[in-house]
């Protein structure tokens, strides 16, 4: 079952509606504006975890961005590589 949905109104320039509207697809303007509106929230959430887990324990070093990158990185060519049990 769906959630139940309501109607906005929002407000934006011209060119941005029209730029939406080209990309939207046969879902639509409003599936094209929800899904950026929910992923802008993911990203807002995101932020707030990591302000929460710096704050705690201090902010992330360029080297342990590098580090992580680098393991998800590995992680994604296992995961497509088939001689590694990968997709």
């Given at each position: 079952?769906?959630?139940?949905?309501?109607?906005?109104?929002i407000?934006?320039?011209?060119?941005?509606?029209?730029?939406?509207?080209?990309?939207?697809?046969?879902?639509?303007?409003?599936?094209?504006?929800?899904?950026?509106?929910?992923?802008?929230?993911?990203?807002?959430?995101?932020?707030?975890?990591?302000?929460?887990?710096?704050?705690?324990?201090?902010?992330?070093?360029a080297?342990?961005?590098?580090?992580?990158?680098?393991?998800?990185?590995?992680?994604?060519?296992?995961?497509?590589?088939?001689?590694?049990?990968?997709?």
């Amino acid at each position: 079952m769906s959630e139940p949905t309501q109607t906005y109104s929002i407000t934006m320039s011209r060119e941005i509606a029209e730029a939406a509207r080209a990309r939207s697809g046969p879902a639509g303007l409003s599936a094209y504006v929800v899904a950026a509106v929910a992923r802008q929230i993911e990203r807002d959430n995101l932020s707030e975890l990591i302000a929460v887990a710096e704050a705690e324990h201090g902010p992330i070093t360029a080297e342990e961005i590098q580090r992580n990158r680098a393991r998800l990185g590995r992680s994604r060519e296992e995961q497509n590589d088939p001689g590694t049990g990968g997709a």
